[in-house]
């Protein structure tokens, strides 16, 4: 038990084994609570202008995709920061980089709140963004870095869950204020919760840093002994590809990026237009579209807790993605057909289609985060990924709101379709090259054992 014996506090009094764990996974469930936190707080601050986009829209009267310039400032900003970030990830400190910009983001959030045109709103919001890029890099690398192996799945969930659980608030205290002609109260609040979020992120991430080294040390013990589960350990031990040049890691970046952005554009495409759907085509009030509107950011996080669950139990992610992406072909379908023919029908396909999109979404932002710590620096994959992600989520709004004006809805979602298309069929592509390199590996293991 000599192993199990560690000197935590200040009068160097020994523990046993069964309390570090009891108090590492203590201090683990802070962590994973503190960047949950900090994570919805910053997605509840982008969402309140998706949920008053339609609004804002007709109180200045604008156009879409003049509207929806805010959210490409917000994004393409959000997106260039975290590109700087992945180049410097090791050279800076991520707490104090948070610690400096994200009050930053606050304050930019609230000032949305007191402008007088769409032009105040574009600068607001895209200086939002430039100050929020690290927090889901800054997030995933605290979560992957202090955490016992054995908690990082769930860590994972709570952190997709982060952007419908923020959704939720941004859409429901917008409809709440809207009701009564209050659209800038929400930037003021969710302004002041981000700095609570990240009072709370910096306590408890100063003391679950002391327990890194123990959970190094602690995670080995386990695996020797097999206390870890054995999907946990094949899935550690023996990963579906290996990255072993600079080359390779090169080839990966730049195929993981396309599809990233890709995957994205599928999910908002019909999330960012749900609200002006149920408006413009089916003529329901503004407070009571987003009122229902609410029912998407509440049911996306099913998406990522399903995809999540399945890596997790299949190592072929790859696959997986497929599989999904397979699903969403009918429901894009069905959406182009029968968009204007039912207010339920095209909510109920609508809502549908966005969970299984933030699943897919979820399999190269986060699954692939977490799977493959041990060959890349996680914070600084996040970053980049999260990029390209984030461009894609500030272009697409823009040019979907362009095609409604020009085209119609109908044709939005026929171009989703071809998108996914054009995704299945790299993914298809993909995975035959890596399952052949998987088993040409498993084949040389296999001569030298011999």
């Not at 959030?109 to 402008?115: D, M």
């Not at 408890?204 to 959970?215: E, L, V, Y």
């Not at 023919?341 to 985060?369: C, D, E, P, Q, R």
Request: glycine share 4%; net charge positive.
């Amino acid at each position: 038990m000599a192993l199990f014996r560690f000197s935590l506090h200040h009068d160097d009094k020994p523990v046993t084994k069964a309390n570090i764990d009891k108090t590492r996974f203590k201090f683990g469930n802070l962590l994973i609570f503190a960047c949950f936190f900090l994570y919805t707080s910053s997605m509840a601050a982008k969402g309140v202008f998706a949920a008053e986009l339609k609004y804002i829209v007709d109180l200045w009267s604008l156009e879409y995709s003049k509207a929806s310039m805010a959210n490409t400032f917000y994004f393409v900003g959000y997106g260039a920061v975290q590109i700087i970030l992945f180049f410097i990830m090791s050279k800076i400190n991520l707490n104090k980089y948070l610690a400096i910009t994200v009050p930053f983001a606050a304050i930019t959030t609230a000032l949305i709140g007191i402008s007088t045109n769409i032009y105040h709103i574009w600068i607001y919001f895209g200086l939002s963004g430039v100050f929020q890029a690290a927090i889901y890099c800054g997030c995933n690398y605290a979560l992957t870095q202090n955490l016992p192996t054995t908690m990082l799945t769930k860590a994972n969930k709570f952190m997709n869950i982060g952007y419908a659980t923020g959704s939720v608030v941004a859409y429901g205290m917008c409809a709440f204020c809207i009701g009564f002609d209050a659209w800038r109260v929400p930037y003021f609040v969710i302004g002041s919760i981000f700095m609570v979020s990240l009072v709370c992120f910096l306590i408890i991430i100063k003391k679950a840093k002391r327990f890194s080294h123990i959970n190094e040390i602690m995670d080995k013990h386990e695996k020797s002994e097999s206390v870890v589960s054995k999907k946990t350990a094949d899935n550690e031990n023996d990963p579906l590809f290996v990255i072993k040049s600079k080359k390779s890691a090169s080839l990966f970046y730049v195929i993981d990026l396309m599809l990233a952005f890709l995957i994205t554009s599928l999910f908002y495409g019909v999330m960012s237009y749900i609200t002006s759907l149920l408006v413009d085509v089916h003529h329901l009030s503004q407070d009571v579209s987003i009122y229902v509107s609410i029912l998407a950011p509440v049911t996306i996080a099913i998406g990522p807790m399903m995809v999540i669950s399945t890596c997790d139990t299949h190592k072929d992610f790859i696959k997986q993605g497929i599989i999904f992406s397979i699903v969403l072909i009918p429901i894009i379908v069905l959406l182009a057909l029968f968009y204007d023919v039912n207010v339920f029908l095209a909510l109920g396909l609508s809502i549908v289609y966005v969970v299984i999109a933030n699943g897919v979404k979820a399999i190269v932002l986060s699954v692939m985060t977490f799977r493959m710590r041990k060959q890349i620096n996680s914070a600084s994959y996040s970053a980049i990924s999260n990029a390209i992600a984030s461009i894609s989520a500030g272009v697409t709004p823009t040019v979907i709101g362009a095609v409604i004006d020009s085209r119609g809805w109908s044709t939005v979602y026929w171009v989703l379709f071809g998108i996914i298309i054009l995704i299945i069929i790299s993914l298809v592509i993909i995975d035959i090259l890596v399952r052949k390199d998987y088993r040409k590996r498993h084949r040389l293991n296999n001569k030298e054992k011999i």
